[in-house]
């Protein structure tokens, strides 16, 4: 067909089976980032509020009378008292209360398994129990499933006892006095860390973590970037280069923990570190993220000194140096090296800091750089171009890098300025503050170990403004109107995601912003060009622009993948120039934001560090929605530094708990999740000509209708990318003998790629034009791609290639 399609206009459509393996969710909510079933985060924290008026145990245990009848099911009564009690009176969710309820279900379990073997050791020679044994087993039972742990206090105790739980560390910040009760009292203002060195020795003696260390899973190819070790950065540096090595990633932001619209009384400095070591699937994870310190940011600004007294512009360095002194000095002894023990083995592993992750303003905090770049003249860390010059030149190479030997002269000149006047008005000429936070560390580059995000210069950044801009555009020339597009976007965003579907959106948001999450602002961006599409065949000018936005989304695409080459790299580059200065053409009136002078550096970025995947903040902004969950059932505003520090390490220990006598289990590596499994003969199956090249007809191998697996769920009709052709499949029947997953997939005809919506066109004939069979970890790409069908047609599909490059055979 020579037509481009459209979305699909019927709102009977059913939903597609293809399910985003990794989403992105960057608010904080639980829409948030991945499949709540592939990783660990939930919309409602796993506790309860604690009854100030009852305890759990005040409930009636006497339900002989409880319902009509005699029944011989009243546990359930019992069972439905216990639940409603719980889901109401400590006000938890019902998410919170499967939780639970599997919980308490495992413990039971594990209760009457312990009774059991207890009364069989009581049998004699004639195979009877005697009543006393009996009596005296449930005697010791009688306590309860949680005597000795059924108080705030003993469960300390035990956690703190048995469970390694770590004690946050205090760091004084400075003290006040206050006038309170007719005293003066001296009030301490304090940080609270999670010690670096005890968490990371934790976290290396799991089998998954020690793994991603010791025995990375990417390959490494000259040319190809797949993980941090392809970086330039790291195959140069003095202790990442070596195998084995530990790359560390630290990050700071800033939380607004009650309203965002307030006053911002209650917002909090977060801390966090990450290992870069961790494979794509376990870095989507939450428990990948830990957390480093945590303070109240109003602490951080020294206000006891001057400007003209203090080292930096910036009067938070002195306390940021503060709090990251601690991680640093771990850090150091990380260099020279650590011991842990596996297994029985003693284990010597170094490592380091590998760069420095946030949003622009924490990072060039961090880094003695301008937090507002709106008032530096050179408003980049990366090179020294000028605002003006940001907005009209859009090739990196154009502009004169920043040095570390640049970078102390120019620190030089503002320490031997000889007013404060002369100081200030070199630092907004040169853009920097002081010196950075960082210090003393082998190998961390006070340039290129400060990244830009993806996440905030991208999703809430480029695509954003691109999107609105164009959306302004269509509704002002009368094209669609929004109600149309909105219904549009809806439709189709039902079959393309499981989650992290676009908002609404209203007149207003197309002046002052489109008020999307980060992971909605890919789905809005993803769907929208088929809106646009039909309204271009009529419209030169509409087409231009919606071609313009194809480039954008092919950068986007590239920018996200799991692996690129230095040819992409190349690539990316000129796209990136070429869509910039499109973008200027055609909407002259919107003033170019730094956001887009720094996207132009991320190919750099990940040149020398690996995948931008690496260096992204996606976990990290997923990891607020913890903070602010606690803070909601807590309802502690006065210290909630030190509660969230103590839940915080009571759920890392609760999670890494290891049983008297036992090893350690992984960690973040789950088992594969199939369902709806049956058994079946090789010679009985209906692919038998496939399967007999790799097994015996009598063999029995499993069936399923899903496998959840490495992060990835794959479905009867997921569509999967068979070669780079690119060639596609439609997945028919999903197998599994021991370790190996099989794939019998359809092959599709590749109808044509609509660059206006960077998708393909595809063709399900009935029957397929062949049928293969593919190793599950042999595909070309880990993930299924998101589809939908055309007009409700499901033999057509559009296929976006999501979190791939392969947009970019069609530059």
């Given at each position: 067909?020579?037509?481009?399609?459209?979305?699909?206009?019927?709102?009977?459509?059913?939903?597609?089976?293809?399910?985003?393996?990794?989403?992105?969710?960057?608010?904080?909510?639980?829409?948030?980032?991945?499949?709540?079933?592939?990783?660990?985060?939930?919309?409602e924290q796993e506790a309860g509020l604690e009854s100030d008026d009852e305890s759990l145990h005040s409930l009636g245990s006497d339900t002989s009378n409880a319902g009509p009848g005699q029944s011989d099911d009243m546990?359930?009564?019992?069972?439905?008292?216990?639940?409603?009690?719980?889901?109401?009176?400590?006000?938890?969710?019902?998410?919170?209360?499967?939780?639970?309820?599997?919980?308490?279900?495992?413990?039971?379990?594990?209760?009457?398994?312990?009774?059991?073997?207890?009364?069989?050791?009581?049998?004699?020679?004639?195979?009877?129990?005697?009543?006393?044994?009996?009596?005296?087993?449930?005697?010791?039972?009688?306590?309860?499933?949680?005597?000795?742990?059924?108080?705030?206090?003993?469960?300390?105790?035990?956690?703190?006892?048995?469970?390694?739980?770590?004690?946050?560390?205090?760091?004084?910040?400075?003290?006040?006095?206050?006038?309170?009760?007719?005293?003066?009292?001296?009030?301490?203002?304090?940080?609270?860390?999670?010690?670096?060195?005890?968490?990371?020795?934790?976290?290396?003696?799991?089998?998954?973590?020690?793994?991603?260390?010791?025995?990375?899973?990417?390959?490494?190819?000259?040319?190809?970037?797949?993980?941090?070790?392809?970086?330039?950065?790291?195959?140069?540096?003095?202790?990442?280069?070596?195998?084995?090595?530990?790359?560390?990633?630290?990050?700071?932001?800033?939380?607004?923990?009650?309203?965002?619209?307030?006053?911002?009384?209650?917002?909090?400095?977060?801390?966090?570190?990450?290992?870069?070591?961790?494979?794509?699937?376990?870095?989507?994870?939450?428990?990948?993220?830990?957390?480093?310190?945590?303070?109240?940011?109003?602490?951080?600004?020294?206000?006891?000194?001057?400007?003209?007294?203090?080292?930096?512009?910036?009067?938070?360095?002195?306390?940021?140096?503060?709090?990251?002194?601690?991680?640093?000095?771990?850090?150091?002894?990380?260099?020279?090296?650590?011991?842990?023990?596996?297994?029985?083995?003693?284990?010597?592993?170094?490592?380091?800091?590998?760069?420095?992750?946030?949003?622009?303003?924490?990072?060039?905090?961090?880094?003695?750089?301008?937090?507002?770049?709106?008032?530096?003249?050179?408003?980049?860390?990366?090179?020294?171009?000028?605002?003006?010059?940001?907005?009209?030149?859009?090739?990196?190479?154009?502009?004169?890098?920043?040095?570390?030997?640049?970078?102390?002269?120019?620190?030089?000149?503002?320490?031997?300025?000889?007013?404060?006047?002369?100081?200030?008005?070199?630092?907004?000429?040169?853009?920097?503050?002081?010196?950075?936070?960082?210090?003393?560390?082998?190998?961390?580059?006070?340039?290129?170990?400060?990244?830009?995000?993806?996440?905030?210069?991208?999703?809430?950044?480029?695509?954003?403004?691109?999107?609105?801009?164009?959306?302004?555009?269509?509704?002002?020339?009368?094209?669609?109107?929004?109600?149309?597009?909105?219904?549009?976007?809806?439709?189709?965003?039902?079959?393309?995601?499981?989650?992290?579907?676009?908002?609404?959106?209203?007149?207003?948001?197309?002046?002052?912003?489109?008020?999307?999450?980060?992971?909605?602002?890919?789905?809005?961006?993803?769907?929208?060009?088929?809106?646009?599409?039909?309204?271009?065949?009529?419209?030169?000018?509409?087409?231009?622009?919606l071609l313009n936005f194809a480039r954008l989304l092919q950068i986007s695409m590239g920018l996200l993948a799991y692996e690129l080459t230095s040819q992409h790299l190349v690539q990316l580059r000129r796209m990136i120039?070429?869509?910039?200065?499109?973008?200027?053409?055609?909407?002259?009136?919107?003033?170019?934001?730094?956001?887009?002078?720094?996207?132009?550096?991320?190919?750099?970025?990940?040149?020398?560090?690996g995948p931008s995947r690496v260096t992204w903040c996606f976990r990290f902004e997923a990891m607020h929605s913890y903070i602010k969950n606690i803070i909601r059932i807590t309802k502690n505003f006065i210290n909630p530094?030190?509660?969230?520090?103590?839940?915080?390490?009571?759920?890392?220990?609760?999670?890494?708990?290891?049983?008297?006598?036992?090893?350690?289990?992984?960690?973040?590596?789950?088992?594969?999740?199939?369902?709806?499994?049956?058994?079946?003969?090789?010679?009985?199956?209906?692919?038998?000509?496939?399967?007999?090249?790799?097994?015996?007809?009598?063999?029995?191998?499993?069936?399923?209708?899903?496998?959840?697996?490495?992060?990835?769920?794959?479905?009867?009709?997921?569509?999967?990318?068979?070669?780079?052709?690119?060639?596609?499949?439609?997945?028919?029947?999903?197998?599994?003998?021991?370790?190996?997953?099989?794939?019998?997939?359809?092959?599709?005809?590749?109808?044509?790629?609509?660059?206006?919506?960077?998708?393909?066109?595809?063709?399900?004939?009935?029957?397929?034009?062949?049928?293969?069979?593919?190793?599950?970890?042999?595909?070309?790409?880990?993930?299924?791609?998101?589809?939908?069908?055309?007009?409700?047609?499901?033999?057509?599909?559009?296929?976006?290639?999501?979190?791939?490059?392969?947009?970019?055979?069609?530059?």
């Amino acid at each position: 067909s020579g037509n481009v399609c459209g979305p699909p206009l019927s709102a009977s459509t059913s939903l597609g089976d293809n399910v985003e393996a990794e989403g992105m969710s960057a608010d904080g909510e639980s829409s948030g980032d991945e499949l709540e079933t592939c990783f660990n985060v939930s919309t409602e924290q796993e506790a309860g509020l604690e009854s100030d008026d009852e305890s759990l145990h005040s409930l009636g245990s006497d339900t002989s009378n409880a319902g009509p009848g005699q029944s011989d099911d009243m546990h359930h009564w019992d069972s439905a008292q216990f639940l409603l009690y719980l889901r109401e009176e400590a006000m938890i969710s019902q998410s919170a209360l499967n939780k639970a309820v599997d919980g308490v279900d495992e413990l039971f379990s594990k209760v009457s398994n312990s009774i059991k073997d207890r009364i069989l050791e009581g049998i004699d020679a004639s195979g009877s129990v005697s009543e006393d044994h009996i009596k005296k087993t449930f005697g010791e039972f009688s306590s309860g499933m949680f005597s000795g742990v059924d108080s705030k206090e003993t469960l300390q105790s035990f956690a703190k006892e048995h469970l390694e739980v770590l004690e946050p560390e205090e760091v004084e910040l400075y003290t006040t006095e206050e006038w309170r009760d007719g005293k003066i009292h001296t009030v301490q203002h304090k940080a609270y860390l999670s010690p670096f060195l005890p968490s990371l020795k934790r976290l290396l003696t799991r089998p998954d973590v020690l793994s991603c260390v010791e025995n990375p899973a990417e390959l490494q190819e000259e040319g190809v970037y797949r993980s941090f070790r392809d970086g330039k950065h790291t195959k140069e540096h003095p202790i990442l280069s070596k195998e084995g090595s530990v790359g560390v990633i630290c990050a700071f932001d800033e939380l607004e923990v009650s309203s965002p619209l307030g006053p911002k009384k209650h917002k909090l400095a977060l801390y966090y570190w990450t290992l870069a070591n961790f494979s794509p699937h376990m870095r989507a994870s939450l428990k990948s993220v830990q957390l480093m310190a945590i303070a109240w940011s109003k602490d951080l600004k020294d206000t006891s000194k001057t400007l003209s007294q203090s080292v930096s512009l910036d009067l938070k360095y002195e306390r940021h140096k503060k709090i990251f002194s601690p991680f640093l000095e771990d850090i150091r002894k990380l260099e020279k090296g650590i011991q842990i023990v596996v297994n029985g083995t003693p284990k010597t592993i170094t490592g380091t800091l590998l760069c420095v992750c946030g949003d622009t303003p924490a990072v060039n905090v961090l880094g003695g750089f301008k937090e507002s770049v709106g008032i530096a003249h050179k408003p980049c860390h990366k090179c020294e171009a000028d605002h003006n010059e940001a907005k009209r030149i859009f090739h990196e190479e154009a502009f004169q890098k920043r040095t570390p030997e640049r970078l102390n002269l120019q620190l030089q000149e503002l320490n031997n300025s000889r007013t404060l006047k002369n100081r200030q008005e070199k630092s907004t000429l040169y853009g920097i503050n002081g010196p950075p936070v960082f210090s003393d560390i082998i190998g961390l580059c006070p340039v290129q170990s400060y990244c830009y995000d993806l996440l905030h210069v991208l999703h809430e950044g480029v695509l954003e403004a691109h999107c609105r801009v164009l959306l302004k555009y269509a509704v002002g020339k009368a094209l669609l109107t929004l109600e149309e597009i909105n219904a549009d976007v809806r439709l189709m965003s039902c079959q393309l995601f499981s989650k992290d579907r676009p908002a609404a959106m209203l007149p207003g948001h197309l002046d002052s912003g489109l008020r999307q999450s980060a992971a909605q602002m890919l789905s809005l961006a993803l769907c929208l060009p088929f809106t646009l599409v039909k309204k271009s065949e009529t419209n030169a000018a509409l087409k231009e622009r919606l071609l313009n936005f194809a480039r954008l989304l092919q950068i986007s695409m590239g920018l996200l993948a799991y692996e690129l080459t230095s040819q992409h790299l190349v690539q990316l580059r000129r796209m990136i120039q070429i869509h910039h200065e499109t973008f200027t053409v055609h909407y002259p009136e919107f003033d170019i934001t730094p956001k887009f002078h720094y996207l132009i550096h991320i190919p750099s970025q990940i040149e020398n560090f690996g995948p931008s995947r690496v260096t992204w903040c996606f976990r990290f902004e997923a990891m607020h929605s913890y903070i602010k969950n606690i803070i909601r059932i807590t309802k502690n505003f006065i210290n909630p530094p030190l509660s969230i520090s103590k839940r915080y390490e009571s759920l890392r220990a609760s999670q890494m708990l290891v049983r008297p006598r036992q090893q350690p289990q992984n960690f973040i590596e789950k088992d594969d999740v199939h369902t709806w499994l049956r058994e079946v003969k090789v010679g009985e199956h209906r692919h038998k000509n496939l399967l007999c090249q790799v097994f015996d007809q009598q063999e029995k191998i499993q069936s399923c209708k899903s496998i959840k697996t490495k992060g990835s769920v794959f479905c009867i009709n997921s569509i999967v990318l068979l070669d780079n052709q690119p060639s596609f499949g439609k997945v028919i029947e999903i197998l599994f003998h021991d370790d190996m997953k099989i794939l019998i997939v359809a092959v599709l005809k590749t109808v044509k790629y609509e660059i206006l919506c960077n998708a393909y066109y595809l063709h399900d004939s009935d029957p397929p034009e062949a049928v293969k069979m593919y190793f599950l970890e042999n595909l070309e790409h880990f993930h299924p791609f998101i589809s939908m069908s055309v007009h409700a047609d499901h033999q057509n599909l559009w296929v976006i290639p999501k979190y791939h490059k392969i947009g970019f055979n069609h530059p």
